[in-house]
T-cell receptor
Framework: KAGVTQTPRYLIKTRGQQVTLSCSPI?????VSWYQQTPGQGLQFLFE???????NKGNFPGRFSGRQFSNSRSEMNVSTLELGDSALYLC???????????FGPGTRLTVL | SQQGEEDPQALSIQEGENATMNCSYK?????LQWYRQNSGRGLVHLIL?????REKHSGRLRVTLDTSKKSSSLLITASRAADTASYFC???????????????FGKGTLLTVNP
């Protein structure tokens, strides 16, 4: 089975721009979660989607949003980028009912 | 906010030695997991221990869980240079029903194994 894939792997944006990151889960997995990893705050939960519905959301501003498509692929969007949004964004997929999630390689976002 | 706190923050050992990392957490959990991350890449799941388990083994890994102290430890025996990585504990709240969809991570232990 192919693992979780994330595109792009690296991204450079400037403040005020918006960005969309993509995640393709493992085949058959219906749950996709997103995490932000920074040196200062560590790994923080952004949100999780299951069967195209957002099931839970972390404590992030409304500039961070996401969606899930019928094929379980997910995208997250960050609008009006700030310097502090520079981070590694990790996507994880799981069957959605049990079992540990599998993480993708991440997208490294740099905001200048 | 971080649920778990790993201790130590950094650990440097020689190949062949054992490495022990500790994790403490604050609230009730459904399970606790350990992950490895190599140099800013994705997380690799190592082992999961449920709240009603006390000890679990997987190859060279041994995990213990003490829910009364809200703490866990990860022991890597006979370490290798390839074990050099950051190690994170992650907790899954009881409300998730075991779905593991919302993990709370600690800040991690950076393990360096010198050849």
């Amino acid at each position: 089975k192919a693992g979780v894939t994330q595109t792009p792997r690296y991204l450079i944006k400037t403040r005020g721009q918006q960005v969309t990151l993509s995640c393709s889960p493992i085949s058959g997995h219906r749950s996709v979660s997103w995490y932000q990893q920074t040196p200062g705050q560590g790994l923080q939960f952004l949100f999780e989607y299951f069967s195209e519905t957002q099931r839970n959301k972390g404590n992030f501003p409304g500039r961070f949003s996401g969606r899930q498509f019928s094929n379980s692929r997910s995208e997250m969007n960050v609008s009006t980028l700030e310097l502090g949004d520079s981070a590694l964004y990790l996507c994880a997929s799981s069957p959605g009912t049990s079992g540990p999630p599998s993480f993708g390689p991440g997208t490294r976002l740099t905001v200048l | 906010s971080q649920q778990g706190e790993e201790d130590p923050q950094a650990l440097s050992i020689q190949e062949g030695e054992n490495a022990t990392m500790n994790c403490s957490y604050k609230t009730s959990i459904n399970n606790l997991q350990w992950y490895r991350q190599n140099s800013g890449r994705g997380l690799v799941h190592l082992i999961l221990i449920r709240s009603n388990e006390r000890e679990k083994h997987s190859g060279r890994l041994r995990v213990t869980l003490d829910t009364s102290k809200k703490s866990s430890s990860l022991l890597i025996t006979a370490s290798r240079a390839a074990d050099t990585a950051s190690y994170f504990c992650a907790t899954d709240p009881p409300t998730s029903g075991g779905s593991n969809y919302k993990l709370t991570f600690g800040k991690g232990t950076l393990l360096t194994v010198n050849p």
